[in-house]
């Protein structure tokens, strides 16, 4: 409780004023001098404890990472089955995102495209994720749950760039409000592509597969065969009634 209520130390202040002022900003036009102001401290403590700007900006990636995958994989040893680890790992992407719309914006819109980011701790963080993602998709194949002939690298590219696209289209339309939050449309999203990635079971017996002139013509079999039957069991019965007389 004591670690919950304690405040924000200066070091958090001033991520948290970055944060807001990169994500509204860009990188390229916030100034020390606004950070400084916004988190209440001077812009040599900024220096003190982050040396240059560039190292803030990744900073604020690493620790928002690196706190939210440790959350995860603190429940995820709790969750038996690979389609339920797998719920829950995109889950915490969303709500990461949505929830915090200045992170997604700043890592989707301005930190992916910056070749320097992807060799710092905190695109490994990121990266860290998605290793995780990765490995519950393997889990999945290895153990009979999904086809055996399907490629996590695909899988996992398909999950993360289908919620990062829709994502980064948001930030750029102005983030609007919509009547199905991106968490609403997760689970149909998730049970489409988990639909076609599963084993399929071996069913007992066989399906017929017909076109629509193929189910008339076997109609028309059926009820001729049927006509014919009726003539032959009326004379069955017939003989077994005389038979009793």
Known sequence: MA????????????????????????????????ISKEAGVSEATIYEYFGTKEDLLFAIPEKISNDTIDASEAVLPYIKDVEGRMRAIMFS???????NPDYSALVLLQLMSNKRFRQTAA?????????????CIRDGIADGTFRPDADAYLIRSMLMGTIEHLFIHWHM????KREKSMMDMLDPF????????????????FTLHLNLE????????LQTDQAMKLPEISASASRKTKNKK
């Open 173 to 176: 339309q102005g983030m609007p």
């Open 93 to 99: 992407y969303v709500q990461l995102y949505e929830k």
């Open 123 to 135: 695109h490994e963080a990121i990266r860290r994720s998605a290793h995780g993602l990765l490995d």
């Open 214 to 221: 193929d189910t008339r013509a076997l109609g028309r079999l």
């Open 3 to 34: 670690d919950h209520a304690r405040k924000k130390t200066r070091k958090d202040r001033i991520m948290d004023a970055a944060l807001r002022i990169f994500a509204e900003k860009s990188f390229q036009e916030a100034t020390i001098s606004e």
């Open 190 to 205: 998730l049970e489409i592509v988990l639909s076609g990635i599963r084993a399929k079971k071996e069913q007992q017996g």
